[in-house]
């Protein structure tokens, strides 16, 4: 891979080239995660042929895939290679001509701007003198964290039938989901794991309500503004799946529910959890940003079901 570096300062332009010998290799990576990750009729998990998996959700998911992981591959190769250390998210120069010129069997030109981690001249520090600030935990702040690792830890057992449900408790449940008396798409789930007294899925950014954009028209999901460094809730109890950068998402966040249900929360100004961590409802996971393929501060939400995306407006019309 040929990579050529431009610094100005601290900015930096990256001009790669990415082998057509790597694009194919980003192509098979995302017909491999696609096909783990959905449903389709016929095959077991993971074992769907590119062909059926382009016939069911089409070309264009297949290269929008592609394209992510040959970016993300690229990128992270270059640093390595330039030995750079970044201290900002990067963004694709003419993000959408790269994606028109990506095909297989083509090499891949791209320009990525970065900023670089500054080499400050130390001025005269010795002899300077910090006052140490005592901090104070009161048995309540302990009582608290020990509370909060006791319930990640903590696992559900089945109890006898004629067992009164409180809240807190877990039901699982089977639902069907109607508009107008019309099922929905995602509106139905068997063996559905409920908290009682939880509301299901919550809106991840309380107190903001106002979408400047839902799911539709090529739009993967809802657009939720709010102010920078709001914090995100997990909508639902959950494995963290992905945590970490995309070149379109920006910052970003995917939760497992663990029956079918999977959210995604984009452009987040920093994340507050780590791939593989268990996280219950309302648990903080991030904060509102704008990075990523962004123009102002919101939280890009997308909820799917058995891999297939449905609209948060289904659950959250009223906002």
């Known amino acids: 891979m040929n990579v050529t570096v431009n610094r100005e300062g601290n900015d930096a332009t990256l001009k790669i080239t990415v082998p057509a010998a790597d694009v194919a290799k980003g192509y098979k990576s995302a017909v491999q995660r696609i096909a783990s990750q959905v449903k389709i009729p016929g095959f077991r998990p993971g074992k769907a042929p590119r062909n059926v998996i382009e016939m069911h959700y089409g070309k264009e998911a297949v290269k929008e895939e592609a394209f992510n992981v040959v970016v993300n591959r690229a990128y992270q190769t270059a640093l390595t290679q330039e030995k750079l ?29 970065v900023t670089l981690k500054p080499e400050p001249e130390l001025g005269e520090y010795k002899g300077l003198h910090v006052d140490k600030k005592d901090a104070a935990v009161s048995d309540e702040d302990v009582d608290k964290a020990l509370d909060e690792l006791r319930n990640r830890g903590a696992k559900m057992v089945d109890t006898a039938d004629d067992t009164i449900i409180e809240k807190g408790d877990f039901a699982v449940i089977d639902f069907a989901g109607t508009v107008d008396g019309e099922p929905f798409s995602g509106g139905e789930g068997k063996g559905y794991p409920l908290e009682v007294g939880s509301g299901s899925f919550i809106w991840p950014v309380p107190n903001y309500k106002y979408v400047s954009r839902w799911m539709g028209n090529g739009h993967r999901g809802a657009d939720i503004c709010a102010a920078y460094g709001t914090p995100i809730l997990a909508s639902d109890s959950g494995t963290i799946i992905a945590a970490g950068w995309h070149y379109s998402y920006g910052n970003y966040v995917e939760i497992d529910h663990g029956n079918g249900y999977k959210t995604l929360y984009g452009h987040m100004s920093s994340i507050a959890v780590s791939q593989g961590q268990a996280v219950t409802q309302g648990q903080v996971i991030g904060y509102v940003g704008s990075t990523g393929n962004s123009t102002g501060n919101h939280c890009h939400f997308e909820m799917s079901y058995n891999g297939a995306l449905f609209s948060a407006y289904t659950l959250f019309s009223d906002m």
């Open 85 to 113: 250390m970044p201290v900002s998210d990067p963004s694709v120069n003419d993000e959408k001509a790269a994606f028109d010129s990506f095909e297989e069997g083509k090499d891949l030109n791209l320009e990525i701007k």
